[in-house]
């Protein structure tokens, strides 16, 4: 029941989404980009680069938005161990704190770092001195996947 309603309201937020692209004359077409992919992150990140640069759809229960300016959160997959990271994009500033716990639906592009890219991620991600503890989105947050969020939407409280 509740796979349904999630499968249902990420179609829903689809469906919005490629409504209004329509009516800006296809900005997605403009721009180069291909239709929106829906994927679970389990799929994301069994085959990455399958999704490297394309658009996609997914949601998941936010399980931490940073608290050191909020540029990203990271959401849980289905499986319930598995993180993906979503940074901000587009116009999205800042993810609110109070998204955590809840599910949200997030469109972007997803991306995967190149050597440099990764390498600097990791010596800046050893240099905090608030991530010395090891966190349950530890993992998500030093792989060289993630997703550049462009809009989302929260599903659930």
């Known amino acids: 029941m509740q796979r349904t309603l999630f499968m249902i309201t990420l179609a829903i937020f689809i469906s919005a989404c490629n409504l209004t692209s329509q009516k800006d004359g296809t900005e997605a077409g403009q721009a180069g980009m291909e239709k929106i992919v829906t994927a679970t992150v389990e799929e994301l990140l069994a085959t990455p680069t399958d999704y490297d640069g394309k658009e996609v759809a997914l949601s998941g229960m936010v399980t ?3 608290r050191h300016g909020g540029q990203k959160c990271f959401v849980l997959g289905q499986d319930g161990e598995t993180q993906i990271r979503i940074v901000t994009g587009g116009d999205i500033d800042e993810f ?8 949200v639906a997030f469109k972007g ?3 995967i770092l190149n050597v440099t890219e990764s390498a ?6 050893e240099s905090k001195a608030h991530h010395e503890t090891v966190q349950p989105h530890t993992q998500a947050e030093q792989a ?10 929260e599903v659930t409280p």
Do not use: N, P, W
């Open 64 to 66: 931490h938005v940073c």
């Open 96 to 103: 609110e704190t109070s998204l955590e716990g809840s599910t």
């Open 109 to 111: 592009v997803f991306r």
């Open 120 to 125: 600097e991620l990791v010596e800046d991600y």
């Open 144 to 153: 060289d996947y993630f997703v550049e969020a462009i809009d989302y939407k």
